[in-house]
């Protein structure tokens, strides 16, 4: 009878020590390579692994004498490529915290969401009164040449820049191979004012829709945490990341939308007016940005290539305005003092006086809710046309009420501060108001609806941009008659 005998273990055909330290670098690896605190959980499954494999040290020398070489190598690969699938799915995990954690810092608040709360304000976006543009020449031809880099869509206030941009959005939204990313200066959100906060909102969004994208902001994130995004020096780190980003591939085919770029804080507009000038010139990507016509802006646009001013005039909006009056009028139906009668004079007078501003018609349409049914009529024909007349209008009856002086510094603490104020913090500024409780203090906000404006029950800002220039322009003896008391 023949003897068998297994052939001796050698470096070359099985070292059962060199496979066990091998994957117990793996493991150790994973560990040591996390550039972020993990949950305990995921710490203790990696010491798991590691203590297990030094059992399986133990228990592998204990079999080797009756087991064959060629199935324990069988059995180490087995075990090696289990661990390394479970190392892989970890690693994988680990990436996807850190990945979401990263996204989380970068978000400063939704443009979609800011997108929802805009059209909400303004009555809903109805698509008669933006589709004119999409039917205007300059904007067929930036959707359609390649060559045109930037549209800038400007024109005076309250010519319904801002949802007309919103129209856009929804319109760009229906191509399914285009990506699309866009941020609105609102002074109602004082996160939302500066050039560094408009990069935070488009790159969150960015990679909100993309998660691949994350990686152009993890390469400056790794380093430096939620610190990259704080701060005056963040803008140079953010606009380096949508640079990087700009170059990938997946965005060849895509839009960024900046609204009322004028609104911008004015120590970072600069900068911000600057990046878009350079992106648009040396990126496929297109830019969308809105803004008052200014000659500051114009000055700088000019070193842009491809690009196409598209000025918003009275004329270039009459009709969407018309339809704008039409539609509010129908809404009156539901009004407690809607009368046909009524409705015909108030289409009458809105379509008389509007003289393209959908600011001055949505004023009106507010001031006429908060009339008594009885008093419908002699309100409407008290109301003048022009925005600045209507806010001329709106402010007499705050100087006559018993309370006119905490008006006055309510309106007067609005327009110096330069951000929206709270409830909380009114009190504070306004001495005699810490006796009033806080559904008092929203009836006074209330009764400066004119011009001031409760969102989220606890935010007080100006209804519009131009409340805030009127009173600044055309009532500061009003808000101002003591200089020493300001």
């Given at each position: 009878?023949?003897?068998?005998?297994?052939?001796?273990?050698?470096?070359?055909?099985?070292?059962?020590?060199?496979?066990?330290?091998?994957?117990?670098?793996?493991?150790?690896?994973?560990?040591?390579?996390?550039?972020?605190?993990?949950?305990?959980?995921?710490?203790?499954?990696?010491?798991?692994?590691?203590?297990?494999?030094?059992?399986?040290?133990?228990?592998?020398?204990?079999?080797?004498?009756?087991?064959r070489?060629?199935?324990?190598n069988?059995?180490?690969?087995?075990?090696?490529?289990?661990?390394?699938?479970?190392?892989?799915?970890?690693?994988?995990?680990?990436?996807?915290?850190?990945?979401?954690?990263?996204?989380?810092?970068?978000?400063?608040?939704?443009p979609?969401?800011?997108?929802?709360?805009?059209?909400?304000?303004?009555?809903?976006?109805?698509?008669?009164?933006?589709?004119?543009?999409?039917?205007?020449?300059?904007?067929?031809?930036?959707?359609?040449?390649?060559?045109?880099?930037?549209?800038?869509?400007?024109?005076?206030?309250?010519?319904?820049?801002?949802?007309?941009?919103?129209?856009?959005?929804?319109?760009?939204?229906?191509?399914?191979?285009?990506?699309l990313?866009?941020f609105?200066?609102?002074?109602?959100?004082?996160?939302?004012?500066?050039?560094?906060?408009a990069?935070?909102g488009?790159?969150?969004?960015?990679?909100?829709?993309?998660?691949?994208?994350?990686?152009?902001?993890?390469?400056?994130y790794?380093?430096r945490?939620n610190k990259l995004?704080?701060?005056?020096s963040?803008f140079?780190p953010?606009?380096?990341?949508?640079?990087n980003?700009?170059?990938?591939?997946?965005?060849?085919?895509?839009?960024?939308?900046?609204?009322?770029?004028d609104?911008?804080?004015?120590?970072?507009?600069?900068?911000?007016?600057?990046?878009?000038?350079?992106?648009s010139?040396?990126f496929?990507?297109?830019?969308?940005?809105?803004?008052?016509?200014s000659?500051?802006?114009?000055?700088?646009?000019?070193?842009?290539?491809?690009?196409?001013?598209l000025?918003?005039?009275?004329?270039?909006?009459?009709?969407?305005v018309?339809?704008?009056?039409?539609?509010?009028?129908?809404?009156?139906?539901?009004?407690?003092?809607?009368?046909?009668?009524?409705?015909?004079?108030?289409?009458?007078?809105?379509?008389l006086?509007?003289?393209?501003?959908?600011?001055?018609?949505?004023?009106?349409c507010?001031y006429?809710?908060?009339c008594?049914?009885?008093?419908?009529?002699?309100?409407?024909?008290?109301?003048?046309?022009?925005?600045?007349?209507?806010?001329?209008?709106?402010?007499r009856?705050?100087?006559?009420?018993?309370?006119?002086n905490?008006?006055?510094?309510?309106?007067?603490?609005?327009?110096?501060?330069?951000?929206?104020?709270?409830?909380?913090?009114?009190?504070?500024?306004?001495?005699?108001?810490?006796?009033?409780?806080?559904e008092?203090l929203?009836?006074?906000?209330?009764?400066?609806?004119?011009?001031?404006?409760?969102?989220?029950?606890?935010t007080?800002?100006f209804?519009?941009?131009?409340a805030?220039?009127?009173?600044?322009?055309?009532a500061?003896?009003?808000?101002f008659?003591?200089?020493t008391?300001?």
């Amino acid at each position: 009878m023949e003897t068998v005998q297994n052939a001796p273990s050698t470096p070359s055909s099985y070292d059962w020590r060199a496979k066990v330290e091998s994957i117990k670098k793996k493991a150790s690896s994973l560990r040591d390579d996390r550039k972020q605190s993990e949950p305990e959980e995921l710490e203790l499954q990696l010491y798991t692994i590691v203590n297990t494999l030094e059992n399986l040290c133990l228990d592998v020398k204990g079999l080797k004498s009756a087991v064959r070489d060629q199935d324990l190598n069988r059995l180490m690969k087995t075990v090696e490529s289990a661990v390394h699938n479970q190392t892989q799915v970890m690693r994988d995990h680990y990436k996807v915290k850190a990945n979401f954690k990263c996204l989380r810092d970068l978000y400063i608040g939704s443009p979609e969401d800011s997108k929802e709360d805009i059209e909400r304000e303004n009555g809903g976006l109805l698509k008669d009164s933006y589709s004119w543009i999409l039917d205007h020449d300059d904007f067929r031809r930036f959707n359609n040449s390649p060559a045109s880099r930037l549209l800038w869509v400007n024109g005076e206030p309250r010519t319904g820049k801002t949802m007309l941009l919103c129209g856009i959005i929804d319109e760009l939204k229906k191509k399914p191979s285009l990506t699309l990313s866009y941020f609105f200066f609102r002074s109602t959100e004082d996160h939302q004012e500066d050039a560094s906060s408009a990069l935070r909102g488009i790159i969150w969004l960015l990679c909100a829709n993309n998660m691949a994208l994350i990686s152009y902001v993890r390469e400056h994130y790794d380093n430096r945490g939620n610190k990259l995004f704080e701060g005056g020096s963040s803008f140079t780190p953010l606009a380096c990341i949508l640079k990087n980003m700009l170059q990938d591939p997946c965005l060849r085919d895509c839009i960024i939308i900046i609204d009322a770029l004028d609104e911008c804080s004015d120590d970072t507009r600069k900068c911000l007016i600057n990046l878009i000038v350079e992106l648009s010139t040396s990126f496929p990507a297109k830019w969308i940005v809105s803004s008052r016509s200014s000659r500051v802006i114009k000055r700088k646009f000019r070193d842009a290539e491809g690009i196409i001013p598209l000025k918003v005039t009275k004329d270039s909006i009459s009709q969407a305005v018309n339809f704008f009056i039409h539609h509010r009028v129908d809404e009156m139906k539901h009004s407690e003092w809607y009368d046909p009668k009524i409705k015909e004079v108030v289409l009458e007078n809105l379509l008389l006086n509007a003289n393209g501003s959908f600011l001055w018609v949505d004023l009106v349409c507010k001031y006429l809710k908060d009339c008594a049914p009885w008093h419908a009529r002699k309100c409407l024909s008290e109301t003048p046309p022009g925005v600045n007349e209507l806010y001329k209008r709106m402010l007499r009856p705050i100087l006559i009420l018993p309370d006119g002086n905490d008006y006055q510094q309510i309106l007067a603490k609005a327009c110096i501060k330069g951000r929206p104020l709270t409830l909380d913090e009114l009190p504070t500024l306004v001495p005699r108001l810490k006796k009033f409780s806080q559904e008092t203090l929203k009836e006074i906000i209330g009764n400066c609806g004119s011009f001031l404006t409760l969102t989220q029950d606890t935010t007080i800002d100006f209804l519009h941009p131009s409340a805030r220039d009127y009173l600044m322009e055309n009532a500061k003896d009003f808000l101002f008659p003591d200089s020493t008391k300001v």
